[in-house]
């Protein structure tokens, strides 16, 4: 079991404000776990190298130590038992329970805002897990009705746990804990929101060494944003051949370029909606972001995408894809002949009706 996979955590041991040096202590409890057994502690969640560690004792362990910031740390066992949570100076409270629902954290002040954290995301998930085993489980034969309401609900719930993410990153911009989950949750951030969001913490916060790269990083984004004008580039159709990316778009007054891949459940999901905006004459570019030609080539096939495609076969590492910051797919944007940007991330009937209102 990789437990580290498992927690889907975006970045490791994210070291937050400097404070003077200072001890912390854990005290822990696992019914899990057997007299003997080991708790590891740890901030490299690549390797998951421990830093400290401590044996159990009727379910209970106890951790003490010194940390000059505030870390975001894991603590696990080689049977997989596991939790997230903040080393900090104070007394860290650290329940693990058999499920994320019954592992709790607490004690410290940032521990007690990553719980809240936690709470709700679970709430959301497990709204949007049941909702897309409805959509996307194969013997559920649902109508287009009820597939679109689907899809509405999962877009729903999905933005209205970004909008509570970006609350909370606001009430708490002037703390190290706003500038945690402006590091953890970047991508569920416009580029323009992140540089609102960077300036107003105050400037100890904002000097921080990973605030200032994901600022650099920021501002390069919205050079191609809404607004900002598509880079030129050349990729491979789907039978080998160059293409021209802004050749291509500017042929037609609007173009549609959709990122997606073979493998994402979701794009498979939005491309009804993507093939009735070609069928109605609209210009599309499928940019899919596989790294086998051949899933890629016959999901085209079996999906009937009978628009350009155009693939680097690179994955995420795709360089379009890379230079627009694309992060989570399907992805949409939406340019003029130009290139111009006019839109991006719009799906369904969002996506229909501003494509409908871009030639009027």
């Not at 505030?70 to 693990?96: D, H, Q, R």
């Amino acid at each position: 079991m990789n437990i580290f996979k498992i927690t889907g955590l975006a970045a490791a041991g994210i070291m937050l404000a400097a404070c003077q040096s200072d001890s912390y202590k854990i005290n822990g409890e696992c019914d899990l776990l057997s007299n003997g057994d080991t708790i590891f502690i740890t901030n490299d969640f690549s390797s998951g190298k421990p830093f400290a560690h401590s044996v159990v004792n009727d379910g209970k362990f106890t951790i003490e130590g010194t940390i000059d910031s505030p870390t975001l740390c894991i603590a696990y066992s080689k049977s997989g038992a596991n939790a997230t949570f903040f080393v900090e100076p104070g007394t860290v409270s650290i329940k693990i329970g058999d499920s994320p629902s019954n592992t709790k954290v607490g004690g410290t002040e940032m521990n007690d805002k990553w719980q809240t954290i936690m709470d709700s995301t679970l709430v959301f998930g497990a709204e949007i897990d049941r909702v897309g085993q409805l959509l996307y489980n194969s013997h559920n034969d649902i109508s287009h009705e009820e597939k679109s309401a689907a899809m509405a609900r999962i877009e729903n719930l999905q933005g209205k746990f970004n909008n509570f993410i970006k609350r909370y990153a606001e009430q708490n911009i002037s703390n190290s804990f706003g500038m945690f989950m402006v590091l953890y949750y970047q991508d569920g951030f416009t580029p323009e929101e992140l540089m609102s969001l960077i300036s107003r913490m105050p400037d100890e916060l904002r000097k921080n060494s990973d605030i200032q790269k994901l600022l650099a990083e920021t501002k390069s984004k919205t050079e191609v944003g809404v607004g900002g004008t598509l880079p030129d580039f050349t990729m491979n159709d789907i039978d080998g051949n160059p293409v021209k990316l802004r050749d291509e778009i500017a042929k037609h007054n609007v173009t549609l370029i959709d990122f997606w891949a073979s493998w994402c459940g979701p794009c498979r999901a939005e491309m009804p909606y993507v093939k009735a905006l070609y069928e109605n004459g609209f210009h599309v570019i499928g940019i899919s972001l596989d790294d086998e030609k051949d899933k890629w080539t016959s999901a085209v096939k079996n999906m009937g995408m009978t628009w350009l495609q155009l693939s680097d076969l690179n994955g995420w590492h795709n360089q379009i894809a890379v230079a627009l910051g694309v992060n989570s797919i399907p992805h949409t944007v939406v340019v003029d002949k130009n290139g111009k940007i006019l839109a991006r991330g719009l799906r369904g009937e969002r996506l229909r009706d501003f494509m409908t209102s871009s030639l009027e």
